[in-house]
């Protein structure tokens, strides 16, 4: 079955740190992209960043690019946010997904996780 499992997430003030990981399992990793996508309350969902399987790196918005930070391991079938310097307007449902291709569009990605909460304390 496949699997796209987020954790990693949870409560810290602003300034702090943490660092997500996507655990991918049922398909072949080392075939796809996956990207990290983040949905606050009321708010579209939102492209974050994507990591080809090659390792390169995209950084979509502009308020994340120098404080977030993708990897992967494809021996261990796993993507990794790291996500310095955070501020409250962070706070979302992050998310992983995997496509053939990096793109910021929701809609064009083939698996989904459940997401992992991230909350930014003023």
């Known amino acids: 079955e496949v699997q796209l499992q987020a954790c990693g997430g949870g409560l810290v003030q602003a300034g702090g740190s943490l660092r997500l990981s996507c655990a991918a399992s049922g398909f072949t990793f080392d075939d796809y992209y996956i990207g990290w996508f983040r949905q606050a309350p009321g708010k579209e969902r939102e492209g974050v960043s994507c990591?080809?399987?090659?390792?390169?790196?995209?950084y979509y918005p502009d308020s994340v690019k120098g404080r977030f930070t993708i990897s992967r391991d494809n021996a261990k079938n796993t993507v990794y946010l790291q996500m310095n310097s955070l501020k409250p307007e962070d706070t979302a449902v992050y998310y992983c997904?995997?496509?053939?291709?990096?793109?910021?569009?929701?809609?064009?990605?083939?698996?989904w996780g459940q997401g992992t909460q991230v909350t930014v304390s003023s």
């Open positions: 990591i080809s399987s090659s390792g390169s790196t995209y």
């Open positions: 997904a995997a496509d053939r291709v990096c793109t910021n569009w929701y809609l064009e990605y083939d698996y």
